[in-house]
T-cell receptor
Framework: AQKVTQAQTEISVVEKEDVTLDCVYETRDTTYYLFWYKQPPSGELVFLIRRNSFDEQNEISGRYSWNFQKSTSSFNFTITASQVVDSAVYFC?????????????FGKGTTLSVSS | EPEVTQTPSHQVTQMGQEVILRCVPISNHLYFYWYRQILGQKVEFLVSFYNNEISEKSEIFDDQFSVERPDGSNFTLKIRSTKLEDSAMYFCASFGSVPYEQYFGPGTRLTVT
C-alpha cells in the first residue's frame, strides 16, 4: 500500500525566512511519481512539481527547491525568502505506475502561514 | 493553456437528493479522475475512468456514486442520495497521453443540508 506522510500540520514564519516542508512516502513499487501541490485560500489545486523515481536530481525553480532522497523516502520542499503570497496549504502526493491507473495518494497537507 | 473546467462551482442540496457534478476534461486526455476533499482535510481519490469504464475506485466510492462520460467531452459524477457527510470539495482531474501530466479543475463545493 502507498502512503504519504506530512508530519508538519502547520508552520508559521515571518516574511523572508526560509521554510522547508517535509514529505515522507511509502511504496513498494520501483516506478512512481511524486508531486507537490499548493492550495491557496481560494481552494484550487496548483501543480508545483512532478518528479519520477528514477530522477533524484534536486530541482530549483525560482524561490522553490525540492530535495528528493530515495534512501530516506523523502521529497522535501523548500521555499527561500518566503512571502505572504506563499501562505497556503501544501500537499505532497504519490502516484505509482500500475495497470489500473495513476491515482494520486495525497498527504494530509501542511498549512504555511507567512506573516509580514 | 488548456484547462479542466467544472460546473457548478458551488452546489447546495438537501439530504437525500441526487446531484450531478460536471467536468470537462482537456480534450485529448485519456484518464479522468474524481477526488474529494472534506473541509480542512486531505484530498482523497474517489475513482478513475479510462476507455469508457472505471479503472480503479476507492472504498469511498460506494453504490451511491457513479461516473459517466455521456458525450465524449463531459465527465460526470453522480451522487444518488446525498448525505450530510458528502459535503466536500470535489475535484475533477485529467491526464494526458504523456502520463502524469496532472491537470485539476477548480473544484465544485458541494454543501448538503
Amino acid at each position: 500500500a502507498q502512503k504519504v506522510t506530512q508530519a508538519q500540520t502547520e508552520i508559521s514564519v515571518v516574511e523572508k525566512e526560509d521554510v522547508t516542508l517535509d514529505c515522507v512516502y511509502e511504496t513498494r513499487d520501483t516506478t512512481y511519481y511524486l508531486f507537490w501541490y499548493k492550495q491557496p485560500p481560494s481552494g484550487e489545486l496548483v501543480f508545483l512539481i512532478r518528479r519520477n523515481s528514477f530522477d533524484e536530481q534536486n530541482e530549483i525553480s525560482g524561490r522553490y527547491s525540492w530535495n528528493f532522497q530515495k534512501s530516506t523516502s523523502s521529497f522535501n520542499f523548500t521555499i527561500t525568502a518566503s512571502q505572504v503570497v506563499d501562505s497556503a496549504v501544501y500537499f505532497c502526493a504519490l502516484s505509482v505506475l500500475n495497470q489500473a491507473g495513476t491515482a494520486l495518494i495525497f498527504g494530509k497537507g501542511t498549512t504555511l502561514s507567512v506573516s509580514s | 493553456e488548456p484547462e479542466v473546467t467544472q460546473t457548478p462551482s458551488h452546489q447546495v442540496t438537501q439530504m437525500g437528493q441526487e446531484v450531478i457534478l460536471r467536468c470537462v476534461p482537456i480534450s485529448n486526455h485519456l484518464y479522468f479522475y474524481w477526488y474529494r476533499q472534506i473541509l480542512g482535510q486531505k484530498v482523497e481519490f474517489l475513482v478513475s475512468f479510462y476507455n469508457n469504464e472505471i479503472s480503479e475506485k476507492s472504498e469511498i466510492f460506494d453504490d451511491q456514486f457513479s461516473v459517466e462520460r455521456p458525450d465524449g467531452s463531459n465527465f460526470t459524477l453522480k451522487i444518488r442520495s446525498t448525505k450530510l457527510e458528502d459535503s466536500a470539495m470535489y475535484f475533477c482531474a485529467s491526464f494526458g497521453s504523456v502520463p502524469y501530466e496532472q491537470y485539476f479543475g477548480p473544484g465544485t463545493r458541494l454543501t448538503v443540508t
